[in-house]
């Protein structure tokens, strides 16, 4: 078997591999798709940080991030190795076997830099989103807009393609443009807001944490997460832990079976998702309605405007919008190279 060592994970282990035993812990870690060389990692671990980066943002998706770092169909693959063998191993003790079976070795480097980018940014994006929002919105607008150019040059036959990226942009306008509603508390519904929350993380142009405002939910799970220990809080987030989990795993199958034997259409909703989700990210903006949630004031309805004069800060904010979109290809021309290099020396070996 030929080990995979590029920074995007890939190989899966044979069964016939998996099933030898005993295995050691280095040979299962071995099995485990993903980099190899440390070098490798790092880049990873990178790509990852620039995910997390953009979690961070309200409306602005992990998942555009995977595409553009090229990364995207070994996320969801190593998301849907967590599968009923791996259950098996796991209840059966096997440990070795489970991990030969996952896909850690491209996650952990992946979360790793995720969790690093939510914890060193989280302050400092939620400043930049306060104090300079239009800047910063800005900023994302160019990369969205330049990632909407990437991920539809994969978009192979337009025609067959052209009504669901229409249904896409339909969709996803509609999703960034809806008030947050009063619902229920009721425990089936915690773990419904988990499933939906997390499955749009790994979907570009739609936000996780957006949705779960739109679900009136957003204050009740950060309130939770915010004091752990009092009273409730406990239940709610295993409720939607929960809930993340079933729709983590249920739904990266479904989306890796549409990406194998309809990856044209697929290609053409997610990008439809992206281009209509630029409406939150327009950087202009006129506040409708807003609400106090936990402590802090919140805009809940907002409409998209044209600046009121085009002065200096009118025109950084553009200049922002083309450093935006230039990062993009940037970033692309760099996870090209980086795979092409690590390709030439796996050949060489």
Known sequence: MQEDHSGSGGVTAGADEVKKAPLTWAEAWRLSSGPAASRDMAVLSAKGFCMGAADIIPGVSGGTIAFVTGIYDNLVDAIASFDAGFVRAVLSLNFKEALARSHLRFLLPLLLGIGTAIVSMAKLMHDLMEHHPVPTWSLFFGLIAASIIYIGKKIEHWPSAAP???????????????????????????????????????????????????????????????????????????????????????????????????????????????????????????????????????????????????????????FLMIVGFLAVFILERFSEASFEETSKNTDNM
Request: charged share 10%.
């Open 164 to 318: 669901l990226l229409a249904l896409g942009i339909a969709g996803a306008y509609i999703i960034v443009g809806l008030i947050p509603v009063e619902t229920p508390d009721a425990w089936w519904f915690i773990i419904l807001c988990g499933m939906i929350a997390i499955c749009a993380m790994i979907l570009p142009g739609i936000s996780g944490s957006f949705l779960l405002l739109i679900l009136g939910k957003y204050a009740y799970v950060t309130g939770a997460v915010k004091e752990p220990f009092a009273a409730g809080s406990i239940q709610i987030l295993l409720l939607f832990g929960l809930g993340c989990v079933v729709g983590i795993t249920s739904f990266s199958r479904l989306l890796r079976f549409f990406l194998k034997h309809y990856h044209n259409l697929t290609m053409a909703v997610l990008t439809g998702f992206m281009i209509g989700a630029m409406r939150k990210v327009w950087p202009w903006k006129e506040t409708i309605r807003q609400e106090m949630i936990n402590g802090k004031m919140k805009t809940l309805e907002e409409a998209n405007i044209l600046p009121a004069s085009f002065d200096s800060s009118v025109f950084f904010a553009i």
